[in-house]
C-alpha cells in the first residue's frame, strides 16, 4: 500500500438530537503527515474494511441530488484539491447527519491511496474509545483516547482505475445488519452510494468462488474426490438459493457450501487482489434464477438441435460423452423418442 495523501475532519452531534444546528463541524487545516503512524492506522483499517464491506454498487447520477460524485469528479480533474474534496464531503456528510436522530459523529478520514495496479480513495468514520497509557518518567497511569477499529460502521471506497474507465462495480461500502444500515444510512446518502444490482453477476461470483474454494480444499487428495466434492457442493447451492429466492446472505450460502466449517468459506470469499475483492458478490443478494438452474441444468445447442438435461443424469449415467465419437450419447430413450427417430432416417438400420 503506497499512501498518497490523507486529511481527518471531526463531526460532532449529541445523540438523540436531529435537524438545524445538531451536527458541528471541525476541520484540520492541511493534510496529515504520511509517517509510520499514519500507515499503521491505515494498514489496520484496510484490513478491517476488506473484512467488514458487504456490499458493492455504482454513484448515482442526478448530478442535481448526488452531489458527492460531482465534487469527486472535479477532484479528479484536478479543479478542487484533496483538501477542498475533503471539506466539501464533510459537509455532504454532516447536513445528512443531522437527519438522523441516533447518529453521534466521529472522525472522517480521508485516504487516497494505491495498491498498483489500482487507486483508491477511502472515507471512514471513526470512532474514538477511552484507554489507558503510561507516563515514562513517573510511571502512572495516564488516560488516552484511542481509534476503536471495531466501531468501523461507516465506511466507503471508490477504486478509481475502475471509475475512470466506468468498469462496474467501482464502489465498495459497508451496510451492515439491517438495524444498524437504518442508522449509518445518513453516511451512504451523503456518498451516493447505490447497490450494485447484477444479480446475475454476484450470483455467478459466488458459484465461482465455491468451485474455488472446493479446489483448494487440502483434504481432498485426489481429483476424483475435488471433483465429487464439486458437484456436492453444487447441490448444495442450488438447493440453498431455491429456499432463498428473495435473498441469499454470505453465511448462509457458506453453511450450504461447507457445511462442516462455514467460516473457512467466508474468510475465503473474502481474499483480496491488488486491493480489491477477489470475488465480487455482497454479503447479501437477490439471486439470479436463470444463473442459479446452470448449477442444476446443462443445456447447449448444435445447429437445430438443442440439448437440455439434469447434472444428476450425467453423475448417473443417462447423459455421457464419447471423445472418441465427438458425441453425445443418451441411454435407454424412451419408446416414441427411438420410434421418432426412426421414422425420419433415410435409410433404415439393419
Not at 513517573?138 to 488516560?143: A, D, F, M, R, W
Not at 453444487?234 to 429466492?245: A, D, G, I, V, W
Request: aromatic share 8%.
Amino acid at each position: 500500500m503506497q499512501i498518497i495523501e490523507a486529511t481527518i475532519h471531526r463531526l460532532q452531534k449529541a445523540i438523540h438530537t436531529h435537524g438545524e444546528g445538531s451536527v458541528t463541524t471541525q476541520l484540520r487545516a492541511n493534510n496529515l503527515p504520511i509517517d509510520e503512524t499514519l500507515e499503521g492506522v491505515c494498514r489496520d483499517l484496510l484490513a478491517l474494511y476488506n473484512r467488514t464491506s458487504d456490499s458493492s454498487g455504482t454513484f448515482g447520477s442526478n448530478s442535481n441530488v448526488h452531489l458527492f460524485p460531482v465534487r469527486l469528479d472535479e477532484y479528479l480533474q484536478g479543479t478542487l484539491n484533496f483538501y477542498d474534496l475533503s471539506q466539501a464531503t464533510v459537509d455532504l456528510i454532516a447536513s445528512q447527519m443531522a437527519s438522523v436522530r441516533l447518529a453521534n459523529g466521529g472522525y472522517a478520514l480521508f485516504l487516497r491511496y494505491r495498491v498498483p495496479p489500482n487507486d483508491f480513495l477511502l472515507i471512514a468514520m471513526l470512532k474514538l474509545k477511552s484507554g489507558a497509557g503510561i507516563d515514562e518518567n513517573s510511571l502512572g497511569l495516564l488516560p488516552t483516547l484511542n481509534i476503536d477499529l471495531d466501531l468501523l460502521n461507516e465506511a466507503a471506497r471508490i477504486n478509481i482505475t475502475r471509475l475512470q474507465i466506468n468498469e462496474e462495480p467501482y464502489l465498495t461500502f459497508i451496510k451492515g445488519a439491517r438495524k444498524a444500515a437504518e442508522v449509518t444510512e445518513y453516511f451512504r446518502h451523503a456518498l451516493a452510494c447505490q447497490n450494485y444490482t447484477n444479480a446475475a453477476e454476484q450470483t455467478k461470483q459466488l458459484i465461482l468462488a465455491a468451485d474455488d474454494f472446493v479446489r483448494q480444499r487440502e483434504d481432498l487428495e485426489t481429483e476424483e474426490q475435488r471433483q465429487r466434492e464439486r458437484l456436492d457442493t453444487r447441490r448444495r447451492l442450488f438447493e440453498c438459493l431455491q429456499q432463498n429466492r428473495d435473498e441469499i446472505t454470505l453465511t448462509t450460502a457458506a453453511a450450504a457450501i461447507y457445511p462442516a466449517e462455514p467460516n473457512e468459506f467466508i474468510e475465503f470469499s473474502q481474499a483480496t487482489i491488488e486491493g480489491e475483492r477477489k470475488y465480487k458478490f455482497d454479503s447479501r443478494f437477490k439471486p439470479d434464477r436463470k444463473t442459479t438452474q446452470n448449477l442444476r441444468r446443462i443445456s447447449g445447442s448444435m445447429g437445430s438441435v438443442r440439448v437440455s438435461f439434469d447434472v444428476e443424469d450425467v453423475r448417473s449415467g443417462t447423459v455421457e460423452y464419447d471423445a472418441q465419437r465427438d458425441a453425445i450419447i443418451i441411454k435407454q430413450p424412451s419408446n416414441k423418442l427411438k420410434q421418432d427417430i426412426l421414422e425420419h432416417v433415410d435409410a433404415p438400420a439393419d
